[in-house]
């Protein structure tokens, strides 16, 4: 947006979407006046006078309902001009049916003068503050033709001569008005659904001020300010445990769907709900910038980059705007020539009427912030509009291995120590070590296999430890400055020519025909002491299901799994799965991977957890990082999975599909109605009020069917699959 | 062969009975902002007449409309009698639903359609006009009511279409309204008049009713396609074809 200017864009007050062309000053977060994007939000708002209140949304409705109802007699006062029927057709004295006709004409107005007055000011406002701001729109035109018919008819009844053309203008008014009407609420319905996260907000919270707990707007709360918070409560801010034991449900921000308990030190993630107990925390953040602010903004952000979809509506109806005033001219002037020049009024309005490209803009923009607000709401969040589109193009999708499809959490499987009997120490040097390491793997082994045996002792005893990243750690000897203790994988013992008992020598190679990770210990000394772990990692709950998923998608993506696992790791995944797998790939050599098929035409998405993979995440077209969690800033990820939810994966590309189908079909029908209705309006054979009423059907058509869930449509090709998608993840 | 008025208000009367299941909710709450029951019968009369008011315009309109397309079609077919054709037939085919003849699927499914949702919206906004003190905002209400979707409304507007006048089309449609009248008072007022069991009876009543009505419609679309059928005349032509008046 028009972010990259000196200010920020200024949002709608009604809907909240930037408002074009307007930009504030750096500094100042709004107008001093409200901006409105539309006529159809200025209305709404003036309809909901920003607070809702019921009194101001009951006026407007009487106004608007009373505007209906003349308009609906003077419709009858107008056709009761055109047909004889109501005086009867064989009335022949000449006197008495001027007399009526002048009684019809008269109350045409009368009909006619209050629908004006109504519903004219708050469109000519819109007209003006368009005018105003340098870009007068369709508004203006609307305006214009409605009051020029509307004072040509009045002209003519006090002159008792000349048609009148009253319905004209109040029949454009109303479905213009309630058109514009429906279109703001349906903006304002989409982004409401975006913003379930902000609805969950607290407004007050409890900060302790002196010895007493006071209830403060959130907005106030500073740094280090202790919060109280009691069970049901939201916290407002991130902070950090000071007294108190409680259980919190983090699943908003992280997607963790257990309860997390919490002790004093613990953080505290803004956003979150206290299930039980009660807390005493100190606000780290003031709450614009705490987690649930960071996901929110993350969110409102997310809608207003447009895809390609939305760049294209924007650019035809920017175009289409001067064209069609091209085209009412011309037709206009036309068929002046051709008969008189109020038909070519008429004939400019109807043209001008049909061309008004308010509902091709928004056929896209509602169905993408439907579908991004619907995928909010099961904890997937959408970096931008873009990558909803792109995610329906991809064709190759590549998963990470470790932490994506397997729970990223090994399992202890096979060990064996081998002249441990001789050096009663080593089994708590080994322990004190792997303590030391922040790998998976060696956490893995220190939650389970050594803790149960050995209490890690003897770190004086071990000396200065030093990290081999993607290695392991060696202990030098003080002295020597040999190494004397060695933690980590195979390929660290090979840097160092340390050889291996053959005992741990065999098992290593069975091992690694199995599939294994593993870590491998040396203590060395006279006797040595070496030790192997073999880890095996188990694939999510969800993994399988997710991949049958994707499978079933039309056209078939190609899977394929990266992983920087040895071979026989990848073969076991490649086996169990029945996927394509590459192993032993640096970070680089994914990157590299993914640039190839690009290359070669595909679209790429790139699934992984989103640390060690972000090369390949940032070069993929759409990045899907999975376990997401409270941090979405991490990574280059377009999507974020908030949990480890990897069945979320054929779910948001179904939506994304099942959108794009939508856009398509939406711009489709949009363009074919415009077309088809400008070929009658410029031929003549459309009326202006029948071009405000189709106008208004297609408005209709548009708020309808792009508002609408995807996944409960029983039109939709896909309503099966993706209901079960959905359904997976809600069991996951 | 014209339609007797009186039969469209007893057709609207009985078939009213349907009406309390969809807008009975309506007139209870525009009860709810009545102090006293002298208040109460001034609200729901004024309720009513809105309500009228909207189905005779809409009449009128589908009365203009009907001899618009005669004036405009009389050469390719008789239009009298095909709009007597439709309406017959949407009259027919509600009656035989409301009688339990034929199965609802496909109508239901109409009913509860694409309209919904932006009906469903409106319908939120809707409520506080209903409740709302002072008797402008109900006589909005009973206007705006006139609009909702109706199968019983539609079919009836065919019917006011086919007669190809203005002023009977708007009286016939008058004469529904003002036959859907009484039922939606005495819910409005809060009598219990209306239990399920009556409803049922009443119902069934209407049905006939209405079934008759599509009955006599259908033969005049006969009459009207076997004899030579006088159309009315229209003077000028009008907006609705943007030509010359």
Redesign the interface.
Known sequence: MSKDRAGHAVPCAYCRLPVPGAVAEPGTDEAIEPLFCCYGCRLAAEIAQGTGE?AA??WM??RV??A??LT??L??F?????????YG?TMKDNKMERAYEDLFRHLSLLSAAPVMLMLGPPLARSAWAGVRAGRPGSDLLVVVGVWAAFLVSMLAVFRGEG?I?F??ACVVLIFVTLGRW?EA??KL?TQQAMDDLAQLMPEEALVLRGAVAESVPVDSIRRDDLLQIRPGDRVACDAIVESGEAATDEQIVTGESRLVPKAPGDKLLGGTLLVEGTLTARAIAPVSESTIARLIDHVRNAREIKGKYARMADRVAAWLLPVALGLSLAAGIGHAWH??AV?GF??AM?VLLIACPCAVGLATPLAVWSAMGQAARVGVLFGDGEALERLAEVDVIVFDKTGTLTTGRPALVDSLRSGFRTRPDTGGILAAIASRSSHPLARALTESGIAEIEAPTGLEEIGRIETRPGRGLIASDPVSGDPSFLFGSPALFEDFGIALLPEIADRLEIARNQGLSMLLFHASGPQPAQALFGFDESLRNDTISAIESLRKLKPTPRLIVLTGDHAAAGEKLANSLAIEVLSELSPEAKQAFVRERQAEGHVVAFVGEGYNDAPAMASADVGIALGAGADLTRDNAAVCILGDRIAAVPYVIELSKATVRRIRRNLFWAFFYNIIGLLFAAS???????AAAIMFVSS??V??GS??TIGQDPVQESHTTITDSAGALAHA | MTIPLYLVFIGGFLASAHCVGMCGGFVIGIGLGANSWRGNLLRQCIYSIGRVCTYSLLGAIAGFAGSWAELRWHHFFDVQAVLSLVAGSVLVVQGLWHMGIISSGWLAKLQKGPISTPMCQAARQFGSLLKAPGLPPVFVAGVLTGFLPCALVYANLGLAASTSRLSTGAATMAAFGLGTFPMLLVTGMGAGLASPHFRGQVMKLAAVCVLFTGLITLSRAYTGFTAEAVGSEIRANCAACATER
């Open positions: 019921e949304v009951r409705l009487v309902g009373t209906i109802f609906l007699n419709m009858v107008t056709m009761a001009l055109w047909t004889p029927d109501v057709p048609p053309y319905e004209v429906l609420s349906g319905h008969r008189d038909h008429l004939v109807s003549g054979l459309l009326s202006p009020t029948m209709v058509a708020v309808a508002s609408r």
